[in-house]
Structure formats: structure tokens, C-alpha cells
């Protein structure tokens, strides 16, 4: 308890300093450019509380403590991969569920890119459809790709590589939902500022909440099968950056219609726990 204690000291006492000095400058909205560097600052806050409490209470097996030595490299490869191909199945399911419920018909999403790019203050640099082409063909992979690193190690050397353990003999559902809580109120100030659901202010933070204990699972899975933290990384990677592009196809991306972010994406990350329960049930852990 003592570890797990120093760690959520340093995790959300850095992060959340970053938030509040990011709220004196304005919030996001008043910090233009610099909104993405307070962003990407706030994200170390578990990287940071898992070094300091590996290296005072896991002192002679610090790499392993943190998730980067989880075993034989099969498994890791394996996982990595799966950890990249889930959130993209995710979140195609999630828009589609979100179109079902809403009875839309599916966007134009290079009408929809071309509106965020003016919406930034930005001019198109080419016609809508080529630059929605290049955005799938290459800013995806490229962004699933910087994304994997950036969380690897970040947010997931904290929450997979080093709390999940820690968390282990509460059993797994219950340390992936205590886990994801912890997740997901850690996201309060800048869900409050307006990342992710604006305008929503307490709302927002129980809906980050609510997605994060519904995402936690499938984390824990790969971090618990062999992947380590790379594959933790990779799923949350992938997360972020297949969310923003599969939006784009639908036509009123507000709450609670916002694809994986909404109604459409907590149903079917819920209905994702059962097979999870299932291959957990068929293929016991190693370690069980």
C-alpha cells in the first residue's frame, strides 16, 4: 500500500499541477499550440510516479517492475499486435452501433476532415478526398505508430506496466475496474477544461470515467498475457488515434453520439468484456 501510495501521489500530483497551470493560462482553449506540449506533459504523470516507486520499492528489478521485461518475445510480438488490431475493430463497431441507435446515414468524411482543417484556422492544402486519402493511407499508420511510443511510455509504464501488478491479488475484474476509476479521475482537470467531451463539465468526467473501466480489461488482458507494456502501449495508441478518424464518418459527433467516445462505443466495449471473460475462462493465465 505504500508503493501503490507514493506512486498516485506522484502521478496525479505532476499531472494535475500541469492541468492547473494549463487552467491558469486559460484552459485549452487559450493555450493555442502549447494546449498539445501541456497534453503530452500531463501524460507523464504515471510514468513518473512508476519510476519513483519502482526504484524505492523494486529496487534490482526495476525493468521488470515497470512491464518491459514480461517473458519470451512470442507472446510480446503476438499481443503487439493484437493490441494494435483491437481498437481499430472497436471503433468501426462503436460508429456503427452509433449510426444504428441514431438512424443516420454515415458521413462525408472527407467533408467532415475538410471542416476541422478550416475549423483550425487552417487552409486545405489539397482537395478534401485526396487529403482524406493521405490521412487513412499514412497519418493513420504513422500516428498509430507515435502514439504506441508516446503511451508506452507514459501513461502505460503507470497504469499496465506498474499498477496492474500491484493491483493483481484483488483478483482481475476487480483490479481492472479499480484501475480504470483510478484511470479515469485522473483525467478530471482536463476533461473539465473541455478535452474529449466539452461542455459537459462533471459529465464528461463521469463518462471518461465510465470509458476507461470499460477499456481497462482489454489492457489488462494484453498486459497480463505476455505483452508488457508495449502491447498496453499499442492498444492505447491505436485507441487514440482510430477514435479521431472513425468520428469522421459520423454526421453529429456530439455527445452521447461521438462513436467510440459515446453511447455506441460503452455498449460495445460492455459487450466486449464477454469474450474477454470467455478466453480468460478457456486459457487460463500462466501465472494462475
Given at each position: 500500500?505504500?508503493?501503490?501510495g507514493l506512486f498516485?501521489?506522484?502521478?496525479?500530483?505532476?499531472?494535475?499541477?500541469?492541468?492547473?497551470?494549463?487552467?491558469?493560462?486559460?484552459?485549452?482553449?487559450?493555450?493555442?499550440?502549447?494546449?498539445?506540449?501541456?497534453?503530452?506533459?500531463?501524460?507523464?504523470?504515471?510514468?513518473?510516479?512508476?519510476?519513483?516507486?519502482?526504484?524505492?520499492?523494486?529496487?534490482?528489478?526495476?525493468?521488470?517492475?515497470?512491464?518491459?521485461?514480461?517473458?519470451?518475445?512470442?507472446?510480446?510480438?503476438?499481443?503487439?499486435?493484437?493490441?494494435?488490431?483491437?481498437?481499430?475493430?472497436?471503433?468501426?463497431?462503436?460508429?456503427?452501433?452509433?449510426?444504428?441507435?441514431?438512424?443516420?446515414?454515415?458521413?462525408?468524411?472527407?467533408?467532415?476532415?475538410?471542416?476541422?482543417?478550416?475549423?483550425?484556422?487552417?487552409?486545405?492544402?489539397?482537395?478534401?478526398?485526396?487529403?482524406?486519402?493521405?490521412?487513412?493511407?499514412?497519418g493513420l499508420p504513422?500516428?498509430?505508430?507515435?502514439?504506441?511510443?508516446?503511451?508506452?511510455?507514459?501513461?502505460?509504464?503507470?497504469?499496465?506496466?506498474?499498477?496492474?501488478?500491484?493491483?493483481?491479488?484483488?483478483?482481475?475484474?476487480?483490479?481492472?475496474?479499480?484501475?480504470?476509476?483510478?484511470?479515469?479521475?485522473?483525467?478530471?482537470?482536463?476533461?473539465?477544461?473541455?478535452?474529449?467531451?466539452?461542455g459537459l463539465g462533471?459529465?464528461?468526467?463521469?463518462?471518461?470515467?465510465?470509458?476507461?473501466?470499460?477499456?481497462?480489461?482489454?489492457?489488462?488482458?494484453?498486459?497480463?498475457?505476455?505483452?508488457?507494456?508495449?502491447?498496453?502501449?499499442?492498444?492505447?495508441?491505436?485507441?487514440?488515434?482510430?477514435?479521431?478518424?472513425?468520428?469522421?464518418?459520423?454526421?453529429?459527433?456530439?455527445?452521447?453520439?461521438?462513436?467510440?467516445?459515446?453511447?455506441?462505443?460503452?455498449?460495445?466495449?460492455?459487450?466486449?468484456?464477454?469474450?474477454?471473460?470467455?478466453?480468460?475462462?478457456?486459457?487460463?493465465?500462466?501465472?494462475?
Open positions: 500500500m505504500r508503493a501503490i498516485l501521489l506522484v502521478a496525479f500530483g505532476f499531472s494535475w499541477a500541469i492541468a492547473a497551470w494549463l487552467h491558469n493560462q486559460g484552459g485549452l482553449a487559450d493555450a493555442g499550440p502549447l494546449a498539445g506540449l501541456y497534453l503530452t506533459a500531463f501524460m507523464f504523470g504515471p510514468a513518473l510516479g512508476a519510476l519513483a516507486a519502482a526504484l524505492i520499492f523494486d529496487r534490482g528489478r526495476v525493468f521488470s517492475a515497470l512491464g518491459f521485461r514480461p517473458g519470451r518475445t512470442g507472446p510480446v510480438i503476438v499481443w503487439l499486435i493484437w493490441g494494435w488490431l483491437l481498437p481499430v475493430v472497436l471503433a468501426a463497431l462503436a460508429s456503427l452501433l452509433t449510426l444504428a441507435l441514431t438512424g443516420a446515414e454515415p458521413a462525408n468524411a472527407a467533408a467532415a476532415l475538410a471542416r476541422s482543417v478550416e475549423a483550425a484556422g487552417q487552409e486545405l492544402p489539397m482537395p478534401a478526398q485526396t487529403l482524406l486519402t493521405i490521412q487513412l493511407a499514412i504513422v500516428g498509430i505508430l507515435v502514439n504506441t511510443i508516446l503511451l508506452t511510455i507514459s501513461e502505460e509504464l503507470g497504469w499496465r506496466g506498474w499498477l496492474q501488478p500491484r493491483l493483481a491479488p484483488l483478483g482481475f475484474w476487480p483490479a481492472a475496474i479499480v484501475s480504470g476509476v483510478i484511470w479515469g479521475v485522473w483525467h478530471a482537470p482536463i476533461i473539465l477544461m473541455g478535452y474529449n467531451y466539452p462533471w459529465t464528461g468526467v463521469a463518462a471518461m470515467t465510465a470509458l476507461t473501466i470499460l477499456l481497462t480489461p482489454y489492457l489488462a488482458l494484453l498486459r497480463e498475457r505476455g505483452g508488457g507494456v508495449y502491447a498496453a502501449g499499442a492498444f492505447h495508441g491505436s485507441l487514440n488515434a482510430v477514435a479521431g478518424v472513425a468520428i469522421l464518418f459520423l454526421p453529429e459527433p456530439g455527445w452521447p453520439w461521438n462513436g467510440l467516445l459515446g453511447l455506441g462505443g460503452l455498449a460495445v466495449l460492455a459487450a466486449g468484456w464477454i469474450p474477454v471473460a470467455l478466453y480468460r475462462a478457456v486459457r487460463k493465465p500462466a501465472a494462475a
